[in-house]
């Protein structure tokens, strides 16, 4: 797995099926085979906390927000979802305040963390820590029209280093977190009506994307596709607005979740 960037966006890039894999490889191509075979919460969920336990955490929360109905989808204890919602706590949580600003993956919690935020939200932390949930990092993924969602894997040692955990974790974490976001919109969501016109990718914009997931470059892109690339970026900038993709990476996991580039 590499990071590169395409115009302002990060494309985190995993080359399915290379010899050798490392193991942190290994452990993203079995979530990602295991995903695509879940068709309902209770199999998504199984496949989320078999990663979140291959990564050495213990628990994983996906959160979405849209309008006022959030979904929650998470191996957390169901006493403090329970709670967090009847109290309302996602309009409090420190956390899920910083995923709605933020856009790339942070830590939380642990060693030498600072107090966070108001007397209420710190309450709100230990609180928390009394269920097992004391440090993490958590993904936020942007949607359209001001949608958000998070993607939460959590631990209850209070003697991690969350600056470390980002570092070991960053990019894997990231992409899962926007594979599972995409086949939750896939297998649960009711089909909506609302989806812009004109979301049919074209030929080149399959083209583009295609080469973009197997690890190509846009230099290398404009070479294999004869194109200059500028209009790399115009065709895979294209593709992410059609999609309703809030980056490259979001694109390429949701063109290969509709199975449009195979």
């Known amino acids: 797995m590499r990071c590169e960037i395409i115009g302002k966006h990060v494309l985190f890039v995993f080359k399915e099926g290379s010899v050798g894999m490392s193991p942190v490889e290994s452990i993203f191509q079995e979530f990602v085979d295991s995903i695509k075979t879940a068709s309902n919460e209770a199999e998504l969920e199984r496949v989320a906390t078999r990663l979140t336990q291959r ?29 967090y919602f009847q109290l309302g706590y996602q309009q ?35 609180e928390a820590a009394t269920f097992g949930i004391r440090s993490g990092i958590t993904a936020p993924i942007r949607g359209g029209f001001g949608r958000m969602a998070a993607f939460t894997l959590a631990t209850d040692d209070r003697d991690v280093h969350p600056e470390r955990l980002v570092a070991d974790w960053k990019d894997l974490v990231q992409l899962a977190g926007l594979y599972f976001h995409s086949h939750v919109a896939g297998r649960l ?46 065709h895979l900038e294209n593709a992410r607005r059609k999609l309703g993709a809030a980056s490259i990476a979001q694109c390429v996991a949701e063109a290969l979740r509709r199975g449009l580039l195979s």
């Open 55 to 83: 990564l050495s955490f213990q628990r994983f929360a996906y959160l979405r927000l849209t309008g006022d109905t959030p979904m929650l989808i998470s191996s957390y204890p169901k006493s403090w979802t329970s709670r």
């Open 189 to 234: 969501d009711i089909p909506s009506t609302d989806k812009p016109a004109g979301s049919e990718l074209t030929q080149r914009e399959r083209q583009c994307l295609a080469w973009a997931a197997q690890g190509k470059t846009v230099a290398d892109i404009a070479v294999l596709v004869q194109i200059s690339p500028r209009t790399v970026v115009f």
């Open 92 to 126: 409090l949580d420190p956390v899920v305040r910083r995923a709605r600003v933020e856009h790339a993956l942070f830590g939380w919690g642990g060693v030498g963390s600072a107090p966070v935020g108001n007397r209420e939200q710190r309450r709100f932390f230990d």
